[in-house]
């Protein structure tokens, strides 16, 4: 009797002792990481790869019930792309599989977003000023005289290791929702921080302060990005990007962006992107984008910079181009365009 005493009152004594730790536990809250100068921390690897589309799609509310997050999380196909053998005219399906658990509904404020846009209110990209369409004509109707691979010039940049794909470096840095790398590397100091995408390894560097802007006609890759802080948030604003870095194929010189980056939690960055150029927008527009703690290691994305990529492309585009030749002088039609 006197060891069953003794049992139930330790047991009491664990179970009353128990409730103030757990109630201190409950009430201690999270603090931001900081710097030496004092802001705070946004360094180390991060993803911001995501199931949810850029655009709502129409018809659709902007919050996710649970069992839409269910079905857009399940197993599946990602889509097929169609690859093509320059020089042996072949082609073949691509097709990429989305595994569980990799992929996520962008969740902000513990809401599944069904859009990463969310202004304007129905989650879609504004349409485009008729400036802004015959600016997208002008071009295309000069491309079409020419195959993709004619030369070099033609050949999309990421292709040439020029710049990420879609927008993935940005800005505003998106993700791709049919690729891959969707991850980066931030290091932060007093007056600089520098992003570095792992897709194309492209690393924009963001000066803090009020220095003095580029010139119009500096047009740097990524446009010339200086950044300030209001209270814990890290505001980025973008100008004078490159001519041939047309966000989504037809922004403007006037095209401005502006981010904020906020420390949410130990695993969060809350991205937040607002896409202002009036001569090609009806009217500005932004969203939001979670980017979580990646646990693992960044390698390097060696493009093809000194192989034969490029260089066995063209070749082949060359080589189509002597086939159809003689075909044409067999044919007796010399000089008949192609």
Same mark, same amino acid.
């Given at each position: 009797?006197?060891?069953?005493?003794?049992?139930?009152?330790?047991?009491?004594?664990?179970? *009353?002792?128990?409730?103030?730790?757990? *109630?201190? *536990?409950?009430?201690?809250?999270?603090? &931001?990481?900081?710097?030496?100068? =004092?802001? /705070?921390?946004?360094?180390?690897?991060?993803?911001?790869?995501?199931?949810?589309?850029?655009?709502?799609?129409?018809?659709?509310?902007? +919050?996710?019930?649970?069992?839409?997050?269910?079905? +857009?999380?399940?197993?599946?196909?990602?889509?097929?792309?169609? &690859?093509?053998?320059?020089?042996?005219?072949?082609?073949?399906?691509? +097709?990429?599989?989305?595994? #569980?658990?990799?992929?996520?509904?962008?969740?902000?404020?513990?809401?599944?977003?069904?859009? $990463?846009?969310?202004?304007?209110?129905?989650?879609?990209? /504004?349409?485009?000023? /008729?400036?802004?369409?015959?600016?997208?004509?002008?071009?295309?109707?000069?491309?079409?005289?020419?195959?993709?691979?004619?030369?070099?010039?033609?050949?999309?940049?990421?292709?040439?290791?020029?710049?990420?794909?879609?927008?993935?470096?940005?800005?505003?840095?998106?993700? %791709?929702?049919?690729?891959?790398?969707?991850?980066?590397?931030? @290091?932060?100091?007093?007056?600089?921080?520098? +992003?570095?995408?792992?897709?194309?390894?492209? #690393?924009? !560097?963001?000066?803090?302060?009020? =220095?003095?802007?580029?010139? *119009?006609?500096?047009?740097?890759?990524?446009?010339?990005?200086? =950044?300030?802080?209001?209270?814990? &948030?890290? @505001?980025?604003?973008?100008?004078?990007?490159? /001519?041939?870095?047309?966000?989504?194929? %037809?922004?403007?010189?006037?095209?401005? &962006?502006?981010?904020?980056?906020?420390?949410?939690?130990?695993?969060? !960055?809350?991205?937040?992107?607002?896409?202002?150029?009036?001569?090609?927008?009806?009217?500005?527009?932004?969203?939001?984008?979670?980017?979580?703690?990646?646990?693992?290691?960044?390698?390097?994305?060696?493009?093809?910079?000194?192989?034969?990529? $490029?260089? =066995?492309?063209?070749?082949?585009?060359?080589?189509?181009?002597?086939?159809?030749?003689?075909?044409? #002088?067999?044919?007796? %039609?010399?000089?008949?365009?192609?």
């Amino acid at each position: 009797m006197r060891r069953v005493a003794a049992l139930c009152i330790a047991l009491c004594l664990a179970t *009353a002792s128990a409730g103030p730790v757990s *109630a201190v *536990a409950a009430q201690t809250e999270w603090v &931001v990481p900081r710097t030496p100068d =004092g802001h /705070p921390d946004l360094q180390g690897n991060w993803t911001n790869e995501t199931l949810t589309p850029l655009q709502r799609p129409r018809g659709q509310g902007p +919050i996710l019930t649970p069992e839409e997050v269910t079905r +857009i999380e399940q197993p599946r196909t990602g889509g097929t792309d169609q &690859v093509c053998f320059y020089g042996a005219g072949t082609c073949t399906e691509l +097709i990429t599989l989305v595994e #569980a658990g990799d992929f996520r509904v962008a969740t902000v404020n513990g809401e599944p977003r069904s859009s $990463l846009v969310t202004n304007p209110p129905d989650g879609r990209v /504004p349409r485009l000023t /008729p400036e802004a369409r015959q600016r997208s004509r002008d071009p295309q109707a000069l491309w079409n005289q020419f195959e993709q691979y004619d030369h070099p010039e033609l050949a999309p940049l990421s292709e040439r290791c020029l710049m990420s794909f879609g927008s993935s470096a940005g800005p505003p840095m998106l993700p %791709n929702r049919r690729l891959y790398n969707n991850n980066y590397t931030i @290091v932060q100091t007093a007056d600089h921080v520098v +992003i570095m995408a792992e897709m194309i390894h492209d #690393a924009r !560097i963001i000066r803090i302060g009020d =220095g003095p802007r580029l010139p *119009a006609h500096l047009r740097p890759w990524m446009g010339d990005s200086w =950044g300030h802080w209001e209270g814990d &948030v890290l @505001v980025v604003e973008t100008t004078n990007f490159h /001519p041939l870095q047309r966000f989504r194929g %037809n922004a403007s010189d006037d095209l401005k &962006v502006t981010e904020r980056f906020s420390r949410v939690d130990e695993e969060t !960055i809350l991205y937040e992107f607002t896409v202002d150029d009036p001569t090609t927008y009806a009217e500005p527009w932004g969203g939001e984008v979670p980017m979580k703690a990646l646990h693992d290691q960044l390698y390097e994305y060696a493009c093809h910079e000194g192989n034969h990529n $490029l260089v =066995g492309i063209l070749r082949g585009a060359r080589y189509q181009e002597r086939l159809e030749a003689q075909s044409r #002088a067999s044919a007796g %039609n010399p000089d008949e365009p192609r």
